[in-house]
C-alpha cells in the first residue's frame, strides 16, 4: 500500500491564481480530509468528506472547494490564490471503525503564494 | 470548548537525557480520543499512540511513553533517554467525535532538539 500520496510536493503561485491539490489513497478510507498547518498554529480543518460524493467544510473552508468523486481521491481546488493561503497542506484518511480511529497523513504540499 | 495546549514551545535536550513534552486538553464530552504525531525535519506527520478517554493506562513502547491522566486533563509523551533522531516537532491533538465528522484539534507543536 501507498498510504496517503499528495502531489505536488512544492508549489509556488501568483496571486489570482487556482490551481488543484491532489490527495489519493488507496486503504478504501471512507473518511478524508484537508488540514493546513502555520507556524504556531499546529493544523487547522478545511474540508472533510465522509464518503464518496459527500463533503463538508472544516474549520478554515473560505477560498478552497473539494469534491469527491471517487473513494480513493479527494482533490482541493484554490480558486484564485492569495498569500493568505501560503501554507503546508495534508491531506489524511481514516478507517470506517469509527470517529475516534487514527488519521493517517500523506506528506504534505508546500504551497507559496506571491 | 475543545481545546489542547502544548505550552512548551521548544525543548533542547542533550543526547541519553530524558524529556517529557506536556500536553493538556480541554473538552465536555465525556467519550474523546487524544493522539500524538511526530513531525521529523523532513516533513511528515507520523502517528505515534491513540488514546481513549475510557482507558486511562499508561503506555510504553519501547523509550516511549504516554502518561494520561483526566483528573488533571493531560496526555504527557516522555522519551527515555534521547536520541537525536528523537529531533521532531511532537504534535498532541484531540478528535471531535461528535463534531465535523471527527476532526482533530491539534496543539501548538513543541518542537525538540536533541543535541549529540
Known amino acids: 500500500n501507498a498510504g496517503v500520496t499528495q502531489t505536488p510536493k512544492f508549489q509556488v503561485l501568483k496571486t489570482g491564481q487556482s490551481m488543484t491539490l491532489q490527495c489519493a489513497q488507496d486503504?478504501?478510507?471512507?473518511?478524508m480530509s484537508w488540514y493546513r498547518q502555520d507556524p504556531g498554529m499546529g493544523l487547522r480543518l478545511i474540508h472533510y468528506?465522509?464518503?464518496?460524493?459527500?463533503?463538508d467544510q472544516g474549520e478554515v473552508p473560505n477560498g478552497y472547494n473539494v469534491s469527491r468523486s471517487t473513494t480513493e481521491d479527494f482533490p482541493l481546488r484554490l480558486l484564485s490564490a492569495a498569500p493568505s493561503q501560503t501554507s503546508v497542506y495534508f491531506c489524511?484518511?481514516?478507517?470506517?471503525?469509527?470517529?475516534?480511529?487514527?488519521?493517517?497523513f500523506g506528506p504534505g504540499t508546500r504551497l507559496l503564494v506571491l | 470548548a475543545q481545546k489542547v495546549t502544548q505550552a512548551q514551545t521548544e525543548i533542547s535536550v542533550v543526547e541519553k537525557e530524558d524529556v517529557t513534552l506536556d500536553c493538556v486538553y480541554e473538552t465536555r464530552d465525556t467519550t474523546y480520543y487524544l493522539f500524538w504525531y511526530k513531525q521529523p525535519p523532513s516533513g511528515e506527520l507520523v502517528f505515534l499512540i491513540r488514546?481513549?478517554?475510557?482507558?486511562?493506562q499508561n503506555e510504553i513502547s519501547g523509550r516511549y511513553s504516554w502518561n494520561f491522566q483526566k483528573s488533571t486533563s493531560s496526555f504527557n509523551f516522555t522519551i527515555t533517554a534521547s536520541q537525536v533522531v528523537d529531533s521532531a516537532v511532537y504534535f498532541c491533538?484531540?478528535?471531535?467525535?461528535?463534531?465535523?465528522?471527527?476532526?482533530?484539534?491539534f496543539g501548538q507543536g513543541t518542537e525538540l532538539s536533541v543535541k549529540p
Open positions: 491533538a484531540l478528535a471531535m467525535i461528535y463534531n465535523q465528522g471527527g476532526k482533530l484539534i
Open positions: 488514546r481513549n478517554s475510557f482507558d486511562e
Open positions: 468528506s465522509v464518503g464518496a460524493g459527500i463533503t
Open positions: 489524511a484518511s481514516r478507517p470506517d471503525r469509527g470517529r475516534g480511529e487514527t488519521q493517517y
Open positions: 486503504m478504501n478510507h471512507e473518511y
